[in-house]
T-cell receptor, first 112, second 116 residues
Framework: SQKIEQNSEALNIQEGKTATLTCNYTNYSPAYLQWYRQDPGRGPVFLLLIRENEKEKRKERLKVTFDTTLKQSLFHITASQPADSATYLCALLTDSWGKLQFGAGTQVVVTP | DTEVTQTPKHLVMGMTNKKSLKCEQHMGHRAMYWYKQKAKKPPELMFVYSYEKLSINESVPSRFSPECPNSSLLNLHLHALQPEDSALYLC???????????????FGPGTRLLVL
């Protein structure tokens, strides 16, 4: 069966450090992978999309890598700030009708 | 305008009530979605509309009835819900192109539903 796995434990990190989150998947061959941020009681907000032929993508302090051989994506927040505290979800598009499958998400807590 | 709006923000209903959730987008997107999200869980897809036609129903109970009156509006009609249906209901939209194109989904803030 298809699975998307993210670290279920919260990631506690000190301000200024780099947070690294992992997304592993099985039984998928996604054309691309997406990362979303979700704050409590709010809808997810799109952050980054990386295609299968891209190794790395950056946006401001965010960096995503995608290894289709390992079936893994890493999401980095550099120079983390308390405002980065949220749950981060990885997602794969599983068909042409727009069915987005989400991982369970990893909560990031950045302390001053 | 890159916003998806949802009303109401909060809804409390009894098991015999009929209510509706509304979602609107003005980004010209042709795909719209309903998700259900329980606490500490990821969003779970319920329905997908593509060009105003229902393209995916993820085996959702018939007490949930979606409607897409036009390309900007999406409704979710609720009837005879159960307490376990209490959750955050999220609407999303995307451009609606075929596989291979970006299908970034833009989410609304959600409706927090409590069924008593």
């Amino acid at each position: 069966s298809q699975k998307i796995e993210q670290n279920s434990e919260a990631l506690n990190i000190q301000e200024g450090k780099t947070a690294t989150l992992t997304c592993n998947y099985t039984n998928y061959s996604p054309a691309y992978l997406q990362w979303y941020r979700q704050d409590p009681g709010r809808g997810p907000v799109f952050l980054l999309l990386i295609r299968e032929n891209e190794k790395e993508k950056r946006k401001e302090r965010l960096k995503v890598t995608f290894d289709t051989t390992l079936k893994q994506s890493l999401f980095h927040i550099t120079a983390s700030q308390p405002a980065d505290s949220a749950t981060y979800l990885c997602a794969l598009l599983t068909d042409s009708w727009g069915k987005l499958q989400f991982g369970a998400g990893t909560q990031v807590v950045v302390t001053p | 305008d890159t916003e998806v709006t949802q009303t109401p923000k909060h809804l409390v209903m009894g098991m015999t009530n009929k209510k509706s959730l509304k979602c609107e987008q003005h980004m010209g997107h042709r795909a719209m979605y309903w998700y259900k999200q329980k606490a500490k869980k990821p969003p779970e897809l319920m329905f997908v509309y593509s060009y105003e036609k229902l393209s995916i129903n993820e085996s959702v109970p018939s007490r949930f009835s979606p409607e897409c009156p036009n390309s900007s509006l999406l409704n979710l009609h609720l009837h005879a819900l159960q307490p376990e249906d209490s959750a955050l209901y999220l609407c999303a939209s995307s451009q609606g192109r075929a596989r291979g194109y970006q299908e970034t989904q833009y989410f609304g803030p959600g409706t927090r539903l409590l069924v008593l």
